[in-house]
C-alpha cells in the first residue's frame, strides 16, 4: 500500500525558512516522479515542484522559482521542499504526491497518490 | 498557461440523482486531462486520468468523457460518500498541472 507522510509544517515569520519532508513507503521510491501541490484555506489546488525519480530534474511553478526547492534522498524515500523567503501567500496546506511515471515529460502524468498534507502558515 | 474553467461552481443534487460537472480549457489538452475528488478535511484521490478512465478501485457510476477543451464527469446515482469537491487538471501543456478552481457537489 502506498503510504505518503508529510511533516515539516508550522508558524513561520514573513521572510523566513521551513523544510518539509515527505516519508514514502510501499513502492519503490526511486521508480517514481514525485511533486508538491499547495492549497490555501478554502482556496483550490495549486502545483508547487516537481522532480524525477532519481532527482536529476528539477521543475517549480513561476510563483515559488528561486525561493523553493525540491530534493529526494532515494536512500531514505524521503521527498524533502525547502522553502526560503516565505511570504503570507505561501499559506497553505502542502501535499506530496506520487506520479506514476520516473521520467517528467510533455504531455505529462495525473498524481496517482496524495499524502494527507501539512499545514504552513505565514505570519508575524 | 492553460486555465481550466470548471462548472458549476456549486451543484445541488439529490442521492439517486445523477451529477453532471464540466470542465473547460483555454487551449487543447488533448486527453490529457484528470479528475480528483476531495472530501473535508482530506487529500485529494484521482478518480479519472486521460480524460475517460478510472483509476484504480474507483466505482463504474464515475464516468469521464471529451477531448480537446471540453470535458464531462459524471457520476450517476449520487451516493452520500460522493458529497465533495471535484477538481480537474490538465497535464497536456507547460506548466505541467493547472487545475480548475472546484465544482462542490452538496446534497440538495
Not at chain 1, 524533502?80 to 506514476?100: I, P
Amino acid at each position: 500500500e502506498v503510504q505518503l507522510l508529510e511533516s515539516g509544517g508550522g508558524l513561520v515569520q514573513p521572510g523566513g525558512s521551513l523544510r518539509l519532508s515527505c516519508a514514502a513507503s510501499g513502492f519503490t521510491f526511486s521508480s517514481y516522479a514525485m511533486s508538491w501541490v499547495r492549497q490555501a484555506p478554502g482556496k483550490g489546488l495549486e502545483w508547487v515542484s516537481a522532480i524525477s525519480g532519481s532527482g536529476g530534474s528539477t521543475y517549480y511553478a513561476d510563483s515559488v522559482k528561486g525561493r523553493f526547492t525540491i530534493s529526494r534522498d532515494n536512500s531514505k524515500n524521503t521527498l524533502y521542499l525547502q522553502m526560503n523567503s516565505l511570504r503570507a501567500e505561501d499559506t497553505a496546506v502542502y501535499y506530496c504526491a506520487m506520479l506514476s511515471v520516473v521520467v517528467i515529460a510533455i504531455p505529462g502524468h495525473p498524481f496517482d497518490y496524495w499524502g494527507q498534507g501539512t499545514l504552513v502558515t505565514v505570519s508575524s | 498557461e492553460i486555465v481550466m474553467t470548471q462548472s458549476p461552481a456549486t451543484l445541488s443534487v439529490s442521492p439517486g440523482e445523477r451529477a453532471t460537472l464540466s470542465c473547460r480549457a483555454s487551449q487543447s489538452v488533448s486527453s490529457n486531462l484528470a479528475w480528483y475528488q476531495q472530501k473535508p478535511g482530506q487529500a485529494p484521490r484521482l478518480l479519472i486520468y486521460g480524460a475517460s478512465t478510472r483509476a484504480t478501485g474507483i466505482p463504474a457510476r464515475f464516468s469521464g468523457s471529451g477531448s480537446g477543451t471540453e470535458f464531462t464527469l459524471t457520476i450517476s446515482s449520487l451516493q452520500s460518500e460522493d458529497f465533495a469537491v471535484y477538481y480537474c487538471q490538465q497535464y497536456n501543456n507547460w506548466p505541467l498541472w493547472t487545475f480548475g478552481q472546484g465544482t462542490k457537489v452538496e446534497i440538495k
